[in-house]
């Protein structure tokens, strides 16, 4: 594999009195897609949030790019090239599409560069294109996550961090968002750092997936083979074995406790 | 008319200063007044002890005191963001209460007139003399909104202000400095109280308790709807039309409270104020 992009050591997050990320490790290889897994409350979010700085961990280290960001100002790890694209798409309501997407493009310097990749957030949703006057407040949801993808790709980031980018929508929008991400990665080469309730998806369009329970690491590998095996398919993708008798009698356990 | 139209600008001005440090901070800056007063005593200072001509006071004594808002943002008022409302009230009553003393020890406490090129001069207009001071008043305010919508809408930094007050953590994201632009918002808003102080420091001479001028302009930044930048305006032509028309028809007196009945009318028949629901859009 390439070289690793971020590296997360040993991370543990409070909030408040409560540690919400219990010492995890994790790296994401340059160009690849990562995928962290997981249910409510399991800690996603928050280490997203850890690593672009909104919240400061209280022990471990986050390395990026040969760099140590950690406890840095989101705003200073936004310019070193990370992009996050908050749960529930956080948007400026009451500026237009087109302003959204140029505050994407806030930390940046070249007109050209940001005239040329506003075409090209068009091209990949040609709806903000339509819409480009309009409140981003008045866009629907899917609309609106579209907008947030796309206003953090205006950054030209190395690296996009995406929180949940299927809350909320309908499944054929989810399937458009997630190739959309995929042709991201595979077309400009960002790397993402994706976190998911809907493992079906992230696992298909992922190289690489950790299983994050209650703040710590339970598994990990690569897509393919999690895909395959027995407890993800039973507690993430929803899918029963019939067994013998052809129903079940008890209730499995997860292996991995 | 013309005088009610004048004095009803400044409200607004100072109402948009309210209005915009709550808009971006959700802090109510109840030294608003006060910054008038410093803008207008900084002015008389230049004007009057070393005899700078009045423009280069006038954008000194705004400069000033902008700079002033942003180091008061950045080194006191940063920390109380997300205390609770109270205590940002009194903290903000406290300072403007040092600001005064301040003035009063800088400056003393007698009254003083700010002489400008307009000082007691009209022109008559249509057979009513107007007095070029009250004109004054009104071309400032009419450009000085012209300006900042300008900047507001058309700047990149005046619409990172506005992402930034509409939605703090997405800003972050977007890699913009969120804390200087607060700071910056507390500048303008300190820049634009230190207008509204010069130009009406020749309409109404100044003192230390110029501030006091602040509680009305909190009255029009309500009754316009607080959060809605015209709403503010409006509220304060309107309050300075009502302490016209109220000194005019009404018992002696009532000049003084309008405002307050005004204030306390609206707050019982529409909370949200004038534009409260509608217009709370732009920053």
Same mark, same amino acid.
């Given at each position: 594999?390439?070289?690793t992009?971020?590296a997360?050591?040993?991370l543990?997050?409070?909030?408040?009195?409560?540690?919400?990320i219990?010492?995890?490790?994790?790296?994401?290889?340059?160009?690849?897609?990562v995928?962290?897994?997981?249910a409510?409350g399991?800690?996603?979010?928050?280490?997203?949030?850890t690593?672009?700085?909104?919240?400061d961990p209280?022990?471990?280290?986050?390395?990026?790019?040969?760099?140590?960001?950690?406890?840095?100002?989101?705003?200073?790890?936004?310019r070193?090239?990370?992009?996050?694209?908050?749960?529930?798409?956080e948007?400026?309501?009451?500026?237009?599409?087109?302003?959204?997407l140029?505050?994407g493009?806030?930390?940046?310097?070249?007109?050209?560069?940001?005239?040329?990749d506003?075409?090209l957030?068009?091209?990949?949703f040609?709806?903000?294109?339509?819409?480009?006057?309009?409140?981003?407040?008045?866009?629907?949801?899917?609309?609106?996550?579209?907008?947030?993808?796309?206003?953090?790709?205006?950054?030209?980031?190395?690296?996009?961090?995406?929180d949940?980018?299927?809350?909320?929508?309908?499944p054929?929008?989810?399937?458009e968002?997630?190739?959309i991400?995929?042709?991201?990665?595979?077309?400009?080469?960002?790397?993402?750092?994706?976190?998911?309730?809907?493992?079906?998806?992230?696992?298909?369009?992922?190289?690489?997936?950790?299983?994050?329970?209650?703040?710590?690491?339970?598994?990990?590998?690569?897509?393919?083979?999690?895909?395959?095996?027995?407890?993800?398919?039973?507690?993430?993708?929803?899918?029963?074995?019939?067994g013998v008798?052809?129903?079940?009698?008890?209730?499995?356990?997860k292996?991995w406790? | 008319? $013309?005088? /009610?139209? =004048? %004095?009803?600008?400044? !409200?607004?001005l100072?109402?948009? @200063?309210f *209005?915009?440090?709550?808009?971006?901070?959700?802090?109510?800056?109840?030294?608003?007044?006060?910054?008038?007063?410093?803008?207008?005593?900084?002015?008389?200072?230049?004007?009057?002890?070393?005899?700078?001509?009045?423009?280069?006071?006038?954008?000194l004594?705004?400069?000033?005191?902008?700079?002033?808002?942003?180091?008061?943002?950045?080194?006191?008022?940063?920390?109380?963001?997300?205390?609770?409302?109270?205590?940002?009230v009194?903290?903000?009553?406290?300072?403007?209460?040092?600001?005064?003393?301040?003035?009063?020890i800088?400056?003393g406490?007698?009254?003083?007139?700010?002489?400008?090129p307009?000082?007691?001069?009209?022109t008559? $207009?249509? /057979?009513? =003399? %107007?007095?070029?001071? !009250?004109?004054?008043?009104?071309? @400032?305010t *009419?450009v000085?909104?012209?300006?900042?919508y300008?900047?507001?809408?058309?700047?990149?930094?005046?619409l990172a202000?506005q992402a930034?007050?509409?939605?703090?953590?997405?800003?972050?994201?977007?890699?913009?400095p969120?804390?200087?632009?607060f700071?910056?918002?507390?500048?303008?808003?300190?820049?634009?109280?230190a207008?509204?102080g010069?130009?009406?420091?020749?309409?109404?001479?100044?003192?230390?308790?110029l501030g006091?001028?602040?509680?009305?302009?909190?009255?029009?930044?309500?009754?316009?709807?607080?959060?809605?930048?015209?709403?503010a305006?409006?509220?304060?032509?309107?309050?300075?039309?009502?302490e016209l028309?109220s000194?005019?028809?009404?018992?002696?007196?009532?000049?003084?409270?309008?405002?307050?009945?005004v204030?306390? *009318?609206v707050?019982?028949?529409?909370?949200?104020?004038?534009?409260?629901?509608?217009?709370?859009?732009?920053?």
């Amino acid at each position: 594999m390439a070289d690793t992009l971020l590296a997360v050591a040993n991370l543990e997050t409070y909030y408040g009195p409560i540690m919400a990320i219990r010492g995890i490790s994790f790296a994401v290889p340059e160009r690849s897609v990562v995928t962290i897994l997981g249910a409510n409350g399991a800690g996603k979010s928050t280490i997203l949030k850890t690593v672009s700085g909104v919240m400061d961990p209280q022990k471990g280290t986050v390395t990026f790019a040969g760099r140590e960001i950690q406890g840095m100002d989101p705003d200073k790890v936004t310019r070193l090239g990370i992009s996050h694209v908050p749960e529930g798409r956080e948007v400026f309501p009451f500026l237009s599409v087109r302003e959204n997407l140029l505050m994407g493009a806030f930390t940046r310097r070249d007109v050209a560069g940001v005239a040329e990749d506003l075409e090209l957030v068009y091209s990949y949703f040609p709806v903000l294109r339509s819409r480009a006057e309009q409140r981003a407040g008045s866009l629907s949801g899917g609309e609106q996550q579209m907008l947030a993808i796309s206003r953090a790709l205006m950054a030209r980031p190395r690296m996009m961090l995406l929180d949940e980018p299927s809350l909320g929508l309908s499944p054929r929008l989810v399937k458009e968002i997630f190739e959309i991400i995929a042709r991201i990665n595979r077309e400009r080469g960002v790397t993402v750092l994706l976190v998911e309730q809907n493992a079906n998806m992230a696992l298909h369009i992922a190289d690489y997936g950790y299983v994050l329970e209650v703040g710590r690491i339970v598994m990990e590998d690569t897509c393919p083979r999690l895909l395959e095996k027995e407890d993800i398919k039973e507690f993430y993708l929803g899918m029963k074995e019939s067994g013998v008798r052809g129903t079940r009698r008890w209730k499995r356990k997860k292996t991995w406790r | 008319m $013309l005088n /009610g139209l =004048a %004095v009803g600008c400044i !409200y607004g001005l100072v109402a948009l @200063g309210f *209005v915009l440090i709550y808009k971006a901070t959700e802090l109510v800056n109840f030294a608003q007044g006060d910054l008038l007063m410093l803008g207008a005593f900084t002015c008389y200072m230049f004007v009057v002890w070393y005899g700078v001509g009045y423009w280069v006071a006038f954008a000194l004594a705004v400069a000033l005191v902008a700079l002033f808002g942003a180091v008061l943002d950045a080194t006191i008022l940063r920390r109380i963001i997300g205390q609770p409302q109270f205590s940002v009230v009194m903290l903000t009553i406290g300072l403007g209460a040092i600001f005064r003393s301040f003035a009063s020890i800088a400056w003393g406490s007698e009254i003083y007139t700010l002489p400008t090129p307009f000082s007691a001069r009209a022109t008559r $207009l249509a /057979g009513v =003399a %107007v007095s070029h001071e !009250y004109v004054s008043i009104i071309i @400032g305010t *009419v450009v000085l909104c012209a300006v900042l919508y300008a900047f507001f809408t058309f700047t990149r930094i005046g619409l990172a202000m506005q992402a930034s007050s509409q939605n703090q953590l997405a800003a972050y994201y977007m890699g913009i400095p969120v804390k200087l632009m607060f700071s910056l918002i507390w500048a303008i808003s300190a820049g634009v109280a230190a207008i509204a102080g010069v130009l009406l420091a020749p309409v109404s001479l100044i003192d230390i308790n110029l501030g006091f001028i602040g509680l009305k302009a909190f009255a029009a930044a309500v009754l316009g709807g607080f959060g809605s930048i015209p709403g503010a305006l409006v509220g304060g032509i309107t309050i300075g039309l009502i302490e016209l028309f109220s000194g005019a028809y009404l018992p002696q007196g009532f000049k003084d409270v309008a405002a307050y009945v005004v204030l306390l *009318v609206v707050l019982a028949v529409r909370p949200q104020g004038m534009f409260g629901a509608i217009t709370r859009k732009k920053v």
